[in-house]
């Protein structure tokens, strides 16, 4: 398995990144800004004035300033995502490089978007599991009160309250109360 570094992590994320409406104007000064004032060896000023240039459009400037920083080196490439990171985190966790490192075997940290996705199942799983729940509701609400019928499903009926949630054990209990007795 071969390490992505960041210098080609930034050639892959080059065309997302100077996509339209991905990165605004404060964003990109701000990321500007940290790399000339916390790192003015990766930006001068002359650099940083010429990336923050209002006259030359946004997409141009942006373009220029990642070329820039994949011909100048790994930890350049490296600080430019510390300062995305810090100022479009949001966009930072969208990255195609990222999620090319997370489908891989990698160890990197991911910034937790797994865990705003409630279920990759899909509708189909859901529609499968709302109707074995609605077919069984309508096994027991139809299921005549003759105990010799379906005795073992009274049983295990009448144990499920100890696993089910207690919101729908009370359900459960007001209609087996009427059968407890005859098992």
């Known amino acids: 398995m071969t390490t992505q570094t960041y ?15 991905r990165l605004s104007e404060q964003q990109v000064d701000r990321i500007i800004l940290q790399l000339n004032r916390y790192y003015p060896q990766i930006l001068s000023n002359k650099d940083a004035e010429k990336f923050r240039n209002p006259k030359v459009s946004l997409r141009l400037r942006l373009c220029d300033l990642l070329g820039h920083l994949q011909r100048s080196g790994e930890r350049d490439c490296q600080e430019f995502y510390r300062a995305l ?86 359900f459960l209990l007001a209609f087996l109360t009427d059968d407890l007795g005859g098992l």
């Open 7 to 21: 210098c080609d992590r930034l050639v892959q994320d080059t065309p997302f990144l100077t996509g339209l409406g």
């Open 85 to 170: 990171y810090i100022h479009a985190q949001p966009l930072h966790s969208c990255l195609p490089s990222r999620h090319a490192l997370q489908n891989s075997d990698c160890t990197e940290l991911d910034s937790g978007t797994a865990s705003r996705e409630l279920s990759d199942r899909g509708p189909v799983a859901f529609l499968t599991c709302l109707g074995l729940a609605a077919g069984l509701a309508l096994l027991i609400y139809c299921c005549p009160p003759d105990p010799k019928v379906l005795p073992g499903a009274r049983r295990v009926l009448g144990f499920s309250p100890v696993i089910i949630d207690r919101h729908v054990s009370r």
